[in-house]
């Protein structure tokens, strides 16, 4: 494929409505900010009686979600702009598991540093128990009282236990919520090029696409045992990173070329880690915590048949949406 032919716009005047791309940014932001706060809301809110099979069931089908986005979306569409003739000769006949290689290595990262924040966490709460312990008798039962209030899932006896399980929680949100993210950058890129008849089977396709992700990411980031505030802080990235790669995209629309070596290279090598950090996230810390967790009682026969279902149905659900977006 020749240079011209890689890097030519296929933007047309009368096929582009501005007005209508603009109002799908709004669209996409109120969607993706509204499913990710819903979990919150309703968990933080005294007003909401939501019973606790609901959440159950919304935490694994985002599960499936997330295990979908990381298998159908985004490692295909890795390999795809990754060994595309115009990204290179390299890439596309002399090594093609280039990809593989990239996946490999930001999942490897990732549990290095899960690692080492964890350590860092477990090490500085353990410093504040021991100097707790230290002072008179009266202070060190209001510390291990307001210990037990703010880790109440654990069935340790030993705090710093207690404090290390809460740390992987956050971290392990974190992880997903950044691949998510990153991925939701390009997903709203290729709506704000999209021109046409596309772009309405593709704005609809992206909004159920951050529906559902919102919702996975928000019933986790609700499970966690943080503030409130912090809980609503977390959902903001999510919610504005696709509006972003919307904007850029209308901003950039009469020279974006989606064959253009720069665009396939840099879209691959972010896509490929985004997924090497999902499939870390899933495997490594949701689906352990979720049914081999050792710190807390295995799940009853029916509650592990539900969960296995809602994962099921999750992963149905957004691999047909591989098939628009």
């Not at 593709?202 to 919702?215: K, S, T």
């Amino acid at each position: 494929m020749s240079t011209q032919e890689c890097t030519v716009s296929g933007y047309s005047d009368s096929e582009y409505n501005l007005p209508l791309q603009v109002g799908g940014v709004f669209i996409i932001m109120v969607i993706s900010i509204v499913t990710c706060l819903f979990a919150v809301v309703v968990k933080t809110t005294s007003g909401f009686k939501v019973p606790s099979i609901v959440f159950f069931v919304v935490q694994h089908f985002g599960t499936g979600i997330i295990t979908s986005t990381a298998f159908v979306h985004l490692l295909p569409e890795a390999f795809l702009t990754l060994t595309n003739p115009c990204a290179g000769k390299f890439l596309s006949e002399t090594f093609p598991g280039f990809p593989g290689v990239i996946i490999m290595i930001s999942g490897l990262i990732m549990f290095g540093v899960e690692a080492w924040i964890k350590y860092c966490i477990y090490h500085s709460s353990a410093a504040e128990l021991q100097q707790s312990d230290s002072q008179p008798s009266m202070d060190s039962l209001s510390a291990s009282s307001n210990t037990q209030r703010t880790l109440p899932f654990s069935n340790s006896k030993d705090p710093k236990q207690d404090i290390n399980i809460e740390s992987s929680e956050i971290v392990t949100v974190m992880v997903l919520e950044l691949g998510v993210v990153v991925h939701s950058v390009f997903v709203g890129l290729s709506l704000g090029t999209a021109q046409g008849p596309t772009f309405w089977s593709l704005l609809i396709a992206v909004a159920f696409h951050q529906g559902f992700e919102g919702l996975a990411l928000g019933v986790r980031l609700a499970n966690l045992r943080i503030k409130t505030f912090y809980q609503v802080l977390a959902c903001l990235p999510f919610g504005f990173t696709a509006p972003l790669g919307q904007a850029i995209g209308i901003a950039a629309r009469k020279s974006f070329s989606e064959n253009s070596p720069t665009v396939l290279v840099t879209i691959g090598i972010i896509n490929c880690i985004s997924t090497g950090l999902l499939i870390y996230g899933i495997y490594v810390d949701i689906l352990v915590h979720d049914f081999m967790n050792q710190y807390e009682e295995p799940l009853s026969k029916p509650k592990a048949i539900c969960a296995t279902i809602s994962i099921l149905l999750g992963l149905v659900c957004m691999s047909v949406l591989a098939a628009w977006a």
